[in-house]
């Protein structure tokens, strides 16, 4: 059990307010924060949205070589076999890959892209390391979606994440469009956190991440931060880029189109934050969901 405060209650029997969030969204202090590729109109942004948005921040020249590359999984019997492997529940297509960056040494090289890197450390303060990647498929008419939630409830409870210091990258690796199931994020939900209800199941992951039931937000809850905020889904070609905050709220829709939809996520946490014993009690998820041992910081790649 860990010896610190859990600040972020959740998974509980019964239901706690929400309430407003005790970390920086930026972590950059003083000069610091000038000091990046982003300036301070989108570091304002991001404070205020828990998102920013780039439409083909890759060229699609890029891109392709990471195209054929998730072409090729999909045929791989060995990647479907793979522990970090997620099928569709009652299918035999590809829902996720989790670890990515270590089972392709072109995704890990992406992973240390300095144009990446160089905005990571303006928005979380100083040095990281990957939290967890993973690609998200979504065949055409047959890809389901994902629940809202917050991924830091999860890495909070499930994970050990003490604290708010993370993010997600998300790149396109397909033309994400309104039909197809894009990402769906709440704007200014990163400043609220959401205790959920119910205890976590032991290896409640090989479960969750076919079909969400613990860990999601109450309708509520939802409601009032929608009414607020309203719901944005960036859309665009391949190599555009979603950098968002962990506590943002988002999912996704089911793809009723014939266009497939896959995006790739990097997680990115500070080497401050790192994991400690999950808050909800359970014994640790598998490394592939929650990095615990390779933890150093990422050096640019170039």
């Known amino acids: 059990m860990n010896n610190v405060q859990d600040l972020f209650p959740t998974r509980l029997e019964r ?78 297509e590809i829902r996720s890959i989790f670890g990515i960056h270590e089972v392709s040494e072109r995704f890990s090289r992406l992973t240390r892209d300095p144009r990446l890197l160089e905005m990571v450390w303006q928005l979380l303060g100083g040095d990281v390391y990957i939290h967890q990647s993973r690609i998200n498929y979504k065949p055409g008419f047959k890809g389901k979606g994902f629940d809202w939630h917050s991924d830091f409830e999860t890495w909070h409870s499930e994970d050990g994440m003490p604290r708010m210091r993370s993010l997600s990258c998300s790149i396109i690796l397909t033309d994400n469009n309104e039909f197809n199931g894009p990402l769906m994020l709440v704007p200014g939900s990163h400043n609220r956190f959401i205790p959920c209800v119910g205890r976590t199941p032991e290896n409640n992951y090989k479960e969750s991440l076919k079909s969400q ?53 990097f997680v990115y946490n500070h080497v401050d934050n790192q994991l400690l014993s ?4 359970n014994n640790p998820r598998p490394e592939f969901l929650g990095s615990r041992h390779n933890c150093e910081s990422l050096t640019p790649f170039r």
Request: glycine share 8%; proline share 5%.
């Open 15 to 92: 239901k706690l307010s929400m309430f407003e969030r005790l970390d920086p969204v930026v972590h950059s202090e003083g000069a610091q924060r000038s000091k990046g590729p982003l300036n301070e109109e989108q570091l304002v942004e991001y404070e205020k949205n828990g998102f920013l948005f780039f439409e083909s921040f890759f060229s699609k020249e890029e891109m392709d070589a990471f195209i054929q590359e998730l072409s090729d999984y999909e045929d791989d019997e060995d990647i479907k076999l793979s522990e970090g492997t997620i099928l569709e529940p009652g299918r035999q």
């Open 213 to 265: 039931y613990v860990g999601v937000p109450d309708d509520t809850s939802l409601r009032e931060l929608m009414v607020d905020e309203g719901i944005k889904a960036p859309k665009g070609k391949a190599g555009s880029l979603v950098l968002f905050e962990c506590n943002t709220l988002h999912g996704s829709n089911i793809n009723m189109s014939c266009w497939p939809r896959s995006n790739l996520f």
């Open 278 to 281: 999950p808050f909800c009690g």
